[in-house]
């Protein structure tokens, strides 16, 4: 199983992507998701040279020596632009991904606490196909993420029955699953099991965002070993179905931007020192890179413990 992260990993500052890209593999990292989400960095394509974006990400990979497995498409949402936009702007993600030969590309479902299961369904049915007549060789996959019952008190996209039961009714081979184990745990009991989930996924599953964390509380992406998820769960159920994508990290909050959501650091003024300059709002790259390292021998370790680490 090949192992990967996140370009995420490296939001700090206003980092380019082509900057993660390269301390992903000084990390140790061969196998990249790259998120096409981020406002913070300049990986997002909603602007006007996104073309030539697209071309600068591929020559930073190459140069690094690194591969793209799967993308994570914009965030936005129908709360925060129209669907005509959002569309488009997730039309610019797909381009991206058939120009850079990524398989997969994950595409959150809309969700909406004015509309019941059955109406969420409908509007995903219409957002995906729209999405898909912009695939213009099928050569990119769309997946559905779990996006846990806390967002939205329709819990239609939640855990991995959910998602199941959603390309059930679809029938849509174009479309698969991405499962993410952070949102996962936020689910109200049982509709948190890690092995249960994916099992219901079987082949359908084609991706992962792994992360850990505490549970329901709070949205947190960490990493393996920093929360409660117990990755046994999760490894025997992606070996059950026979999983063949990658084992990819979602876990970029292991050290903290101060802009990042959900929780800010706090920002703090020297109450004697007009001049003040604060050091601590955000760790150095140096310490980052650290953090990833140990992400990525906490991820060998592992799938080398189950036998099926890929180089």
């Known amino acids: 199983m090949k192992l990967s992260t996140s370009t995420g990993d490296f939001v700090v500052g206003n980092m380019p992507v ?11 990292f061969k196998h990249v998701n790259l998120e096409l989400a981020d406002r913070v960095s300049d990986s997002r394509l909603d602007v006007d040279n996104w073309e030539e974006r697209i071309e600068s990400i591929g020559r930073a990979a190459k140069e690094a020596g690194v591969d793209f497995v799967q993308a994570h498409s914009t965030c936005d949402t129908l709360a925060k632009v129209s669907y005509e936009t959002l569309v488009e702007e997730t039309r610019r993600d797909i381009v991206a991904c058939e120009r850079l030969g990524i398989p997969y590309l994950v595409v959150h479902a809309l969700l909406s606490s004015h509309r019941g299961a059955r109406g969420i369904y409908e509007l995903n049915k219409k957002y995906y196909n729209d999405l898909l007549d912009k695939v213009p060789d099928g050569k990119t996959r769309l997946l ?133 300059v604060p050091k601590f709002l955000n760790p150095p790259t140096e310490l980052k890179l650290m953090a990833d390292k140990m992400l990525y021998a906490t991820g060998r370790y592992i799938l080398e413990q189950y036998n099926v680490f890929e180089e």
């Open 18 to 28: 082509e900057e993660q890209i390269k301390h992903i593999a000084e990390a140790g």
């Open 144 to 276: 559905v993420e779990n996006g846990g019952d806390i967002e939205s008190n329709v819990t239609g996209f939640a855990s991995g029955y959910d998602i199941a039961e959603f390309l059930d009714w679809m029938n849509e081979p174009r479309l698969g699953a991405c499962l993410d184990t952070a949102h996962l745990n936020q689910n109200k009991p049982p509709r948190d099991d890690q092995y249960e989930s994916i099992t219901a996924l079987g082949d359908r599953l084609c991706a992962l965002h792994v992360a850990d964390n505490f549970g329901r509380d709070l949205h947190w992406h960490t990493a393996p070993f920093c929360g409660i998820i117990n990755f046994d769960s999760v490894m025997c159920g992606l070996l059950d179905i026979g999983y063949k994508g990658a084992f990819n990290f979602e876990a970029s909050y292991i050290m903290r931007n101060f802009k990042s959501p959900p929780l800010r650091r706090k920002e703090w003024t020297h109450p004697k020192d007009p001049d003040f």
